[in-house]
């Protein structure tokens, strides 16, 4: 029986975005995974210093992003347990739930280059690879491996939109196309992000 290849993609999604939908994509298809779970951060160990928007709500746009992505699947279970997670410790969780599962961990390089100062980021990369969605053109430094284990960069343009550059356009009342429309409805219905142009 061959093993299920899952990739995990973490973040605030705040809000989620084209960005994050195509990085998503690219991966399920360039390995040809089985699913790509995205998984929202009830709060990120290195963004303590800006209030998320309510979980509630981010589990919500979520779910509307996805709706029409095959293989592209929410994974709650940092949402479940709220607090401060360290993704080594989520992935941990995830292989104890699914222990057949091969994992791959999607991130982008401006993640892998701060990869050092994550908590117990060797044991991470051997749990689950990196996969790594480039952000800007080719560089001849980009590793092949970290901590012995080989890096799988996606291919395509780089992706360049922010989440906080989307909420400082919400905040200005702007109606940003990187947001898929369903999103945008949902963030309009509930006046999220309103004062938030100058951030």
Known sequence: ??????????????????????VAR???????????WLLPADQ???KLDRPLTLGAHRLEMLR??????PGLQLCTLELDTPGVHYSVDTVLELRRREPAASFFFVM?????????????PEWLVRLAPP????????????????????VHWLAGPPVA??????????????????IPRAVLAYIETHGLYRGEGGA
């Not at 973040?11 to 939908?21: A, I, K, N, R, T």
């Not at 509307?64 to 992505?69: D, G, K, S, V």
């Open 1 to 22: 029986m061959t093993a299920r290849r899952i990739g995990l993609l973490g973040g605030s999604f705040d809000p989620v975005h084209e960005g994050h939908l195509t």
């Open 26 to 36: 690219r991966a399920r298809d360039q390995l040809a995974l089985e699913a790509v």
């Open 44 to 46: 990120p160990p290195h």
């Open 64 to 69: 509307r992003a996805l709706q029409a992505e």
């Open 108 to 120: 982008g390089e401006d993640s892998l280059r701060e990869l050092s100062a994550w908590r117990q």
């Open 131 to 150: 996969v790594v969605a480039p952000r800007g053109a080719p560089d001849a430094s980009r590793p092949f491996a970290v901590y012995g284990v080989a």
């Open 161 to 178: 939109v922010s989440s906080a550059q989307l909420r400082a356009a919400l905040g200005r009342g702007e109606r940003p196309a990187q």
